[in-house]
């Protein structure tokens, strides 16, 4: 019983679940995984009458740090011009031979598609564009602490490491003709949980209020020196608070539900805490997600794509199928991300889009 289905469209979007290696290139490095991957993700596309060249933004977990190189190798490949913006994390595939899993989220047929990039910047050294526009929705890349001015590696404290990072999204937003303020979804990955105080202290003070919903994971980096990862969406001129009554106080760190035109984004909700059983975990993170989705109107039916965290591989399949036995059809798309969670207790966590 799946918890996810291979693809769902919705607002002229179509999402892709995370997929790794078929069973005959599980056995193959990791160029031939990233290119069975991507095929797989450009088979579902084109099902759902899309295609890897209407990709707007791919999530990539590799399992090796060191496998960097040689997945963008085999990754460029498939995209010689405008390519999707990209986020890339060291986090486990579930399964054990795979050493990369990818999700996407592609411009549905007929809806337009057109990467941005900063004036004066030079391109990505990595096979990623910094910004992808469909309608009024923007995706961003994952920022890193690497000056896009120059290229160069940003090192130093948390603190300078973010401050490249918002200086970056200012400057990438700013292609868009959008700022700050119209961040409609943060994903936040530390690669140390110590950080994260001074990691909110900083994004309290530089994100606007009421700040995007947002998500924020423990998981390793592609280069050692960053300390950490963001990726924003954004949404030109539309952002409303999901619940239109509720009061969010100005220094809340996110918004439980952040609306962007007809998308909405939730913010991770948290399961139950150790040492709860893992179903017990799922099932509460569920259920706190669809009281989000009924205050805002919406139910179930309306969510396109979820991201299941969860803070162990063993979890994962016990997660999925809690979430399957707590909610209705239609699936969503969905990924699942081991990583470690915050607060350190939480042990399952899940975050969605949905379309009203
Ligand atoms: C830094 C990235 N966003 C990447 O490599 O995907």
Redesign the pocket.
């Known amino acids: 019983m799946d918890a996810f289905a291979p693809a769902t469209t919705a607002g002229g979007l179509v999402y892709v679940s995370g997929v790794s290696a078929g069973q005959a290139a599980l056995a193959e490095p990791v160029p031939g995984q990233v290119t069975d991957v991507l095929r797989r993700l450009d088979l579902t596309l084109l099902e759902y009458g899309s295609s890897l060249t209407r990709a707007l933004s791919i999530h ?1 977990q590799v399992r090796h740090a060191a496998d960097f190189a040689a997945m963008n190798a085999a990754y460029a490949r498939f995209f010689p011009s405008a390519p999707p913006v ?3 994390v060291v986090a486990p595939p579930e399964s054990s031979g795979a050493l990369v899993q990818m999700s996407a989220v592609a411009a549905a047929a007929g809806a337009p598609r057109e990467v941005l990039h900063p004036a004066g910047w030079p391109v990505s050294p ?1 096979p ?1 564009s910094y910004a992808a526009r469909s309608g009024d929705l923007v995706f961003l ?4 602490p690497r000056d896009g001015r120059t290229n160069a590696v940003v090192t130093g404290d948390l603190e300078t490491q973010i401050a490249s990072i918002f200086c970056n999204a200012t400057d990438v937003l700013g292609a868009a003709g959008l700022s700050l303020a119209d961040v409609v979804s943060a994903r936040v990955y530390l690669t140390d949980p110590a950080h994260a105080p001074a990691a909110e202290e900083y994004y309290r003070r530089h994100m606007p209020p009421p700040r995007p919903a947002r998500s924020i994971v423990v998981a390793a980096l ?1 280069n050692p020196a960053y300390l950490v ?1 963001m990726t924003f969406v954004a949404m030109a001129g539309k952002r409303a608070l999901g619940f239109p009554d509720a009061a969010i106080p100005d220094d809340a760190i996110a918004s439980p539900l952040m609306r962007g035109g007809s998308h909405l984004f939730l913010s991770a909700t948290d399961g139950d805490y150790a040492p709860a059983a893992i179903d017990a975990h799922a099932r509460t993170a569920t259920g706190r997600l669809l009281n989000s989705l009924r205050q805002a109107g919406l139910a179930w039916a309306d969510v396109a794509d979820i991201t299941l965290q969860v803070s162990d591989a063993a979890h994962a399949a016990t997660a999925r199928r809690a979430i399957r036995e707590s909610m209705l059809q239609p699936l969503p798309a969905g990924t699942t991300l081991i990583c470690g969670l915050l607060p350190h207790d939480a042990r399952v966590q899940i975050s969605a889009t949905a379309v009203s």
């Open positions: 990539v990209r986020t890339t990595n990623y890349a994952g920022l890193v592609m990862e």
